[in-house]
């Protein structure tokens, strides 16, 4: 089983920038994907960002050019380095992987995913 704990939330000013860490432990196939969602309250847990093994990446529309997802196998840590925020981007952030140890079509929705740590706050100010 794999666990996921986030961590690097916060509170910024618009236009300042946060980078959020998820450290991975346990098992993991040589092929996988990793994402970042973010809910918001009374909203649908969104996809942000996603990667594969290979560090292939796809963004949802309203963060690029300003979110960079990477991930550090060595360590063993996804990464969001999120710049230029605005008010709209806040919410929980959470990681998430999909487990499943085959192609990864870079989903950025939550039914790609069966594994999530429990997310981090960023709450962005006017």
């Known amino acids: 089983q794999v666990q996921l704990v986030e961590s690097g939330g916060g509170s910024v000013q618009a236009g300042g920038s946060l980078m959020l860490s998820c450290v991975v432990s346990g098992y993991m196939y040589s092929k996988y994907c990793l994402g970042w969602f973010r809910q918001a309250p009374g909203k649908e847990r969104e996809g942000v960002a996603a990667?594969?093994?290979?560090?292939?990446?796809k963004y949802t529309d309203s963060v690029k050019g300003r979110f960079n997802i990477s991930l550090d196998n060595a360590k063993k840590t996804l990464y969001l380095q999120m710049n230029s925020l605005k008010p709209e981007d806040t919410a929980m952030y959470y990681c998430?992987?999909?487990?499943?140890?085959?192609?990864?079509?870079?989903?950025?929705?939550?039914?790609?995913?069966?594994?999530w740590g429990q997310g981090t706050q960023v709450t962005v100010s006017s």
């Open positions: 990667i594969d093994n290979d560090g292939r990446t």
């Open positions: 998430a992987t999909d487990g499943a140890g085959g192609y990864c079509p870079l989903p950025l929705w939550k039914g790609g995913y069966n594994e």
